[in-house]
C-alpha cells in the first residue's frame, strides 16, 4: 500500500470508528460503573454484577451488564472509561492530527516539516497502529 493509500484508508477507519462512537451516544453524560444493588436480582449469588450506564438531570440509560466474575468491577470502569465521548475526543483528535501530517507522494510530512523516510511518518505510523492498519 502506498503511503497516500495509507493515509486515506486511515481516515476511513478513523471516520468509521467515530461513526459507530456517535451513533452509540444514548444520552449526553459520561458512561460510569457501578455495582448492582444486592436483592434486585437472583441469579447471581456469590459475584457481584457491576452495571455500565449514563445519567443526566432528566434521565437515565442503562448500557450494560457485567459481571458474575473477579474482573467485573475492572472490566465495567473499562466499558465506562471508552464511552462514545471518550471515542469521539480520540477520534477528532486523531483526525486533526491526520489533517497536520498530509503529505505528498514525494514523501514531504506537512507536520514533520521535513522528508521522512520511509514513509509514514513516525505520527500516522502510530496512528495506524492504533487503528491496526497496517502500513504495509
Ligand atoms: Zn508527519
Redesign the pocket.
Known amino acids: 500500500m502506498s503511503a497516500a493509500a495509507l493515509y486515506l484508508r486511515l481516515i476511513d477507519v478513523v471516520n468509521a470508528r467515530l461513526k459507530t462512537a456517535r451513533a452509540a451516544v444514548l444520552i449526553d453524560a459520561p458512561w460510569v460503573a457501578y455495582p448492582h444493588e444486592p436483592g434486585q436480582r437472583d441469579r447471581v449469588k456469590d459475584r457481584s454484577v457491576w452495571l455500565v450506564g449514563a445519567e443526566d438531570d432528566a434521565s437515565s440509560k442503562f448500557i450494560c451488564e457485567v459481571g458474575q466474575h473477579d474482573r467485573a468491577p475492572l472490566v465495567a470502569a473499562h466499558i465506562a472509561a471508552n464511552d462514545p465521548a471518550t471515542v469521539i475526543r480520540m477520534c477528532e483528535r486523531d483526525l486533526k492530527v491526520l489533517k497536520?501530517?498530509?503529505?505528498d507522494d514525494g514523501g514531504y510530512?506537512?507536520?514533520?516539516?521535513t522528508d521522512?523516510d520511509p514513509l509514514?511518518?513516525?505520527?500516522?505510523r502510530d496512528l495506524a497502529e492504533a487503528y491496526e492498519v497496517s502500513v504495509e
Request: net charge neutral; glycine share 14%.
Open positions: 497536520r501530517h498530509q503529505y510530512c506537512s507536520g514533520c516539516g521522512v509514514p511518518c513516525p505520527e500516522v
